[in-house]
């Protein structure tokens, strides 16, 4: 299974406890420099662009934050100015998660938007193998006793019931489609930050369901 060649995306940092999974969306406030940077870099693409998205790791006793080891190329759906906005942070971004990456260095010949969205080599992962069958069953066995116990937590309605459908999707998902599967069903879950950061890092999406705990 071989890498992809390294690309060039923009890096945008997001604090603890935000996330970005592949499958996911996130919105979030971000400064002026960064949205600024960000309107640049829409109206300069055909499309709308791709961005690396990494969380910072919580930092050690008086250290500085560092990147962690894994990111998300995630696309910028929008940009927006409440109406309410504070003076540090004028914007709200929307990002929708696409594939997990690894950031690699910093490119050596940075664009104009350096400063506040800085261009960075990263790996894209390769795109798992699918699943043999044995894993495949195991995860759905692992996953749809995860969403009952769920279900029948949940104290809100609309909680419940999407994690009803998210058992029927599972039910019916072709085998392709179970890596996402498992992000998608991470990235709907209010667990614990440190708990999505090292699901975040595992190479697999499949490997926490296939632990004993789960």
Do not use: C
Request: glycine share 2%.
């Amino acid at each position: 299974m071989s890498r992809m060649a390294p690309s060039v995306l923009h890096l945008l940092t997001v604090q603890p406890p935000a996330i970005l999974l592949p499958a996911s969306r996130l919105t979030l406030p971000v400064n002026s420099d960064v949205g600024d940077a960000l309107i640049d870099l829409v109206d300069n693409s055909d499309t709308l662009p791709v961005v690396a998205v990494v969380p910072l790791s919580p930092p050690l006793d008086n250290a500085a934050p560092a990147l962690a080891e894994w990111g998300t190329a995630a696309r910028v759906l929008r940009i927006a100015k409440p109406p309410t906005r504070s003076s540090n942070q004028p914007y709200i971004i929307s990002l929708h998660g696409l594939a997990r990456i690894k950031p690699l260095q910093p490119h050596p010949h940075n664009p104009p938007l350096s400063d506040s969205l800085p261009s960075f080599q990263v790996q894209y992962l390769p795109v798992d193998k699918v699943p043999n069958r044995e894993t495949i069953a195991r995860f759905k066995q692992a996953a749809l006793r995860l969403l009952d116990r769920l279900s029948r937590d949940a104290l809100q309605p609309a909680r419940k019931e999407s994690y009803i459908k998210i058992a029927t999707m599972l039910e019916d998902i072709a085998d392709a489609r179970i890596p996402w599967m498992a992000d998608v069903l991470v990235g709907s879950i209010d667990n614990d930050y440190n708990d999505k950061l090292g699901w975040f890092h595992s190479l697999s999406p499949l490997s926490p369901f296939l632990t004993p705990s789960v």
